[in-house]
């Protein structure tokens, strides 16, 4: 325990040196964003270790407790690499730049993506997407479906049409975001949290929160933790409630509000511990997440059990030598990656990523719009990247540069349309 406070106190000091380098003056961005689920993901389960409910934060599955301080240390050395990536792009530059207006800057058309996002809704609904999801939440069954392809791209769509409001509502300061793409998003994410589809919400509502946080008002950090802990609290809610869980009154402890973040923490010691017994998998492993961008590419070449996830997952089952139905035990970015490069994978990757991310957000300060775009993607992903593979992004940036690209031609084509006739 010695050791996890030192690192724990490490890494509570590189982060702060990262936020005074970075002078952030709105703190609902995707650095902390990703920063702060991941640092929980990482630390938090271990301040509880040896209580009598430390198990049920990992569903009571075992693991190697040797691995605790190791992967401890691999965290912290993953996001002081993220936070030297991200501060590779001087942060003042930021405000000079985000003043940068240029007369060729043109109002995108948003009527095509509001009418998308609509038509998804109900071909989502049309295609059986209420009872597949109420069947996975209640029961576990699931399976390939139309309607989870409908969601996916529909998610896209909206996550689009809220980066072309903002980007139009800042390069023409007449210009209002349209009340009727502001209702099909609201209706759009209430339904899904309905459904209790809280990571497909979150991927719109974030871009929407992020972008607004970016362009309109300022959020102090104050505003942001307490924006953080009411949303961890609702997602245990909504965790709850769609899967009709009873909580038993001996575990009501606070720290259970937190097991979606606890629980896919086990996976960065599962991940030290098949490597040491099978070696690395050498992208093996985050490869469906860029096969993913390809509909059903996966399916067709037998890698729907390939990610970390469910290698992961399936290891152990597997130690327990059980066959009967599986629940996923999810993976995080740094089990991920550790799986198939190690530490050095960690370290890389993780700079990369900050670095890509921040040179995304000066894109959208300067107002370029697939800057913002490809922000917004990231935004999307923020908080659930923390807890998924490196490679998920990639999906929601690849597509939603397609569709911007689409509405930027079909907007270029009726302005060329209207000075004709």
């Not at 099909?184 to 209790?196: A, P, R, T």
């Not at 997602?235 to 720290?255: A, D, G, T, Y």
Request: glycine letters at 8%; aromatic letters at 16%.
């Amino acid at each position: 325990m010695p050791l996890f406070y030192a690192t724990f106190g490490l890494a509570v000091i590189s982060v702060a040196v990262f936020m005074i380098n970075k002078k952030k003056t709105s703190y609902i961005d995707f650095d902390t964003l990703f920063i702060f689920v991941l640092f929980l993901i990482s630390f938090l389960s271990t301040f509880f270790y040896g209580k009598s409910y430390f198990r049920a934060l990992f569903l009571g599955f075992e693991f190697n407790t040797d691995y605790i301080n190791s992967g401890s240390l691999l965290s912290l050395i993953g996001i002081q690499s993220y936070c030297l990536g991200s501060t590779k792009v001087h942060p003042s530059r930021y405000r000079q730049e985000s003043k940068v207006q240029s007369i060729t800057h043109k109002v995108i058309g948003t009527n095509g993506l509001f009418f998308c996002v609509l038509i998804g809704m109900v071909l989502f609904f049309l295609t059986g997407g209420w009872a597949y999801y109420q069947s996975i939440y209640k029961n576990g069954a699931g399976g390939d479906s139309l309607c989870v392809y409908i969601l996916l791209i529909t998610i896209v769509f909206a996550i689009v049409l809220v980066a072309t409001e903002f980007y139009n509502s800042e390069i023409d300061h007449r210009y209002h975001i349209s009340k009727y793409s502001v209702a099909v998003v609201c209706l759009f994410c209430f339904v899904l949290l309905y459904l209790g589809n809280r990571t497909a919400a979150s991927n719109i509502l974030l871009p929407a929160i992020g972008l607004y946080a970016l362009f309109k008002k300022r959020v102090s950090i104050k505003i942001f933790i307490v924006f953080m802990l009411i949303a961890i609290f609702s997602m245990w809610i909504f965790q709850n409630v769609r899967s009709n869980v009873e909580v038993e009154s001996e575990k009501l402890s606070p720290i259970m509000i937190f097991t979606d973040l606890t629980i896919p923490s086990r996976t960065i010691y599962e991940a030290m511990g098949y490597v040491d017994d099978y070696g690395f998998t050498y992208g093996r492993t985050m490869a469906i997440g860029v096969v993913g961008v390809v509909p059903k590419l996966a399916s067709i070449l037998n890698m729907g059990e390939s990610g970390s996830a469910e290698v992961l997952t399936n290891e152990t089952y597997d130690k327990l030598h059980y066959r009967g139905s599986r629940t996923g035990l999810g993976t995080t970015v740094i089990s991920d990656i550790y799986l198939s490069f190690g530490l050095v994978g960690v370290v890389i990757l993780m700079y990369l990523l900050g670095l890509f991310v921040s040179r995304s957000q000066k894109k959208a300060l300067q107002l370029n719009y697939y800057g913002i775009i490809i922000y917004s993607a990231l935004l999307s992903n923020s908080v659930f990247l923390a807890r998924a593979s490196f490679t998920h992004p990639v999906r929601n940036i690849v597509w939603g540069l397609i569709v911007a690209m689409l509405v930027v031609t079909l907007t270029n084509y009726n302005a060329k349309s209207r000075r004709k006739s």
